[in-house]
Structures are given as structure tokens and as C-alpha cells.
Nanobody
Framework: QLQLVESGGGLVQPGESLRLSCAVPGYTMNLNIIGWFRQAPGKAREGVACMTMGGDLTEYADSAKGRFTISRDSAKNTVYLEMNALKPEDTAVYYC??????????????????WGRGTQVTVSS
């Protein structure tokens, strides 16, 4: 079954940085949007950031603006989430997801059909 693969999670202290990677299989050429989501214990899953594969649209949740950056390396079929100034409330399992939907102004709320298994990010002193 088609699946995305996340990596790069870990345990960091508040204020530190992490870069998550999402490997997108090369044959998933019909994925138009890749998004990052997270789910903390006891909380609903929430969107963090997303981008269109054409690179013309990125969107960030308010909690991510100014600290997180989503980017892609087409040659490596990889989408990254650079997270800086991490806070304890960023602790969650982070998932990347893909969709063949199109987006013009917003991509976090689009229906995503392909998901990874997640990578744990823990921010604690």
C-alpha cells in the first residue's frame, strides 16, 4: 500500500531545532499537496504546514508561523519541516500526508488520502 515515510523526530530541549523529513515515493506523481500534521496525547490531530508540489502555495497553522518552514527537494522526492524555537507544547507525533487535490489559497483543510506512520517529537527539559 502506498505510504509516506517520516523521519527526523527525537527528544530536544525547549528552544532547540529539528528537521523532519517525509519521503514521497517517486511513483506518486499525482500527489499535488504534501502536508504536515501532528497529534498530541489526548488531543485531536491538527494541521501544521502544507505546500503544493508546484511550490506556489504554502500554508502554516498559527502555532507554526515564524518558527516552522516547509520545503521540498524534488530531486530527493522529500518534503521537510524545519522546526525552530521548539516549545513543550510542540510535543506530538508528527505525520506527513499527501493528496491529489488542488489548492489555490488553502491546503491544510484539503482531504488527505495518503499518510505516513508518524515520527515522535518530544520537547522537554
Amino acid at each position: 500500500q502506498l505510504q509516506l515515510v517520516e523521519s527526523g523526530g527525537g527528544l530536544v530541549q525547549p528552544g532547540e531545532s529539528l528537521r523532519l523529513s517525509c519521503a514521497v515515493p517517486g511513483y506518486t506523481m499525482n500527489l499535488n499537496i504534501i502536508g504536515w500534521f501532528r497529534q498530541a496525547p489526548g488531543k485531536a490531530r491538527e494541521g501544521v504546514a502544507c505546500m503544493t508540489m508546484g511550490g506556489d502555495l504554502t500554508e502554516y497553522a498559527d502555532s507554526a508561523k515564524g518558527r516552522f518552514t516547509i520545503s521540498r527537494d524534488s530531486a530527493k522526492n522529500t518534503v521537510y519541516l524545519e522546526m525552530n524555537a521548539l516549545k513543550p507544547e510542540d510535543t506530538a507525533v508528527y505525520y506527513c500526508a499527501g493528496t491529489n487535490q488542488f489548492a489555490r489559497t488553502q491546503c491544510l483543510t484539503r482531504p488527505y488520502s495518503i499518510w505516513g506512520r508518524g515520527t515522535q517529537v518530544t520537547v522537554s527539559s
